[in-house]
């Protein structure tokens, strides 16, 4: 397909005239736009999101979901590949350095400080801290865990591949805390072991790129991070400076107990001669 095709292609069941500038995008980066979530397709084009969603649903989509996924169904998509193979690595460089800088302005521009000191005294009040992360969620997850082991805060990540999962959820103290983190293309295993937990009468709270995502409609609060990245890539800055500033809170809450514990990770480490 060229770019009159795949307009053609996604015009197909339109209601009525929907905005060029947004249907121009769209046809210039195909690959891109079938992974970005909705705020970035919104910078990109310069629009609000309430412009985004009358463009996908003039074009017969429900939701923003369904008009991704017929991107990603179409032979263009399939035929094309990504942005990247019409650049060079400088300007995907630059592109990537100009995404993070974004990330960064927004993420500490809408922080909710009073949220995150909520959360910290939530991670205190737990028996323990359960992170659910699969696909893009998996290194938030290994990484929180490492974080907060750290500090002495007893943390573990919970994997629905796992063949015991049933047996573990039936054995979690109901007084921890469940973390999930949820971010595009949400995979199924993360919403539905957030959603098992939710039954069960777990505390939840999400980390994702969206209020509207699946997981943040199954928590009791969510912290929304900024996520923009260049093609099929994903950012992790937001998300990672999350976790490192939720340790610090916890760390500034109990200064003499973060202290010993990072104490006996070094002596631990030198008994058993861990590091070079």
Same mark, same amino acid.
């Given at each position: 397909m060229n770019k009159k095709d795949i307009r053609g292609y996604l015009m197909r069941n339109a209601t009525g005239p929907v905005s060029d500038r947004i249907m121009n995008y769209v046809t210039e980066h195909v690959f891109s736009v079938a992974y970005m979530n909705m705020d970035k397709l919104a910078y990109a084009t310069e629009s609000t999101t309430d412009e985004v969603n009358e463009f996908f649903r003039t074009?017969?989509?429900e939701t923003f979901?369904?008009?991704?996924?017929?991107?990603?169904?179409?032979?263009?998509?399939?035929?094309?590949?990504?942005?990247?193979?019409?650049?060079?690595?400088?300007?995907?460089?630059?592109?990537?350095?100009?995404?993070?800088?974004?990330?960064?302005?927004e993420f500490f521009g809408e922080l909710d400080y009073d949220m995150l000191d909520r959360l910290a005294q939530d991670v205190l009040a737990a028996s323990e801290v359960v992170f659910i992360g699969m696909r893009v969620?998996?290194? #938030?997850? @290994?990484?929180?865990?490492?974080?907060?082991?750290?500090i002495g805060i007893r943390a573990t990540r919970f994997d629905v591949r796992d063949s015991?999962?049933?047996?573990?959820?039936?054995?979690?103290?109901r007084s921890a805390l469940v973390i999930s983190f949820g971010f595009p293309r949400y995979h199924k295993a993360t919403v539905i072991s957030t959603s098992v937990m939710k039954k069960r009468g777990f505390h939840i709270v999400s980390i994702t790129d969206s209020a509207r995502s699946?997981?943040?409609?199954?928590?009791? #609060?969510? @912290?929304?991070?900024?996520v923009h990245s260049y093609d099929f890539a994903d950012s992790f800055t937001a998300g990672m400076l999350l976790i490192d500033l939720l340790t610090f809170r916890l760390a500034l809450l109990d200064y003499e107990g973060t202290r010993q514990s990072i104490n006996d990770y070094v002596q631990i480490s030198n008994d058993v001669d861990l590091f070079i």
């Open positions: 074009l017969g989509f979901f369904d008009f991704k996924a017929a991107l990603r169904e179409s032979s263009y998509f399939e035929k094309e590949g990504g942005d990247f193979q019409r650049t060079d690595i400088k300007s995907i460089a630059e592109q990537m350095m100009r995404c993070e800088m974004q990330n960064l302005t969620g998996v290194p #938030y997850a @290994f990484y929180a865990v490492n974080m907060l082991n750290r015991n999962y049933i047996d573990y959820i039936k054995t979690l103290d699946p997981v943040a409609l199954l928590s009791d #609060y969510s @912290f929304v991070v900024p």
